[in-house]
């Protein structure tokens, strides 16, 4: 998985099979844990690597690419082209 993080909590992905999304990351802020509220601060949500396959955050915070993949596809919002 690639990414290229911003500062309004939108991630642009690309998969290893070549499908990329636009993920927004707002649903998962606005729970407001211990872990996911550093994300509100746009400096610190656009320091967002990859680790070990997933999309993660200094304070240790990850999402598995997989989870991501199959949630995006199910919601329609994943973009595979054609070959």
């Known amino acids: 998985m690639q990414i ?3 500062r309004n909590a939108t991630v642009r992905l ?3 099979d070549g499908a990329t999304a636009l993920w927004s990351a707002s649903d998962l802020i606005a729970r407001d844990t211990v872990m996911t509220r550093p994300l509100a601060d746009p400096a610190y949500f ?3 690597f990859i680790e070990g396959g997933a999309l993660a955050w200094p304070n240790g ?3 598995s690419a997989d989870a991501l993949h199959r949630r995006l596809d199910t ?5 595979r082209t054609a070959a």
Do not use: H, N, V
């Open 4 to 6: 290229k993080a911003d």
């Open 14 to 16: 690309t998969f290893a």
């Open 46 to 48: 656009a320091r967002a």
């Open 61 to 63: 915070f990850e999402l």
């Open 75 to 79: 919601s329609g919002e994943l973009i």
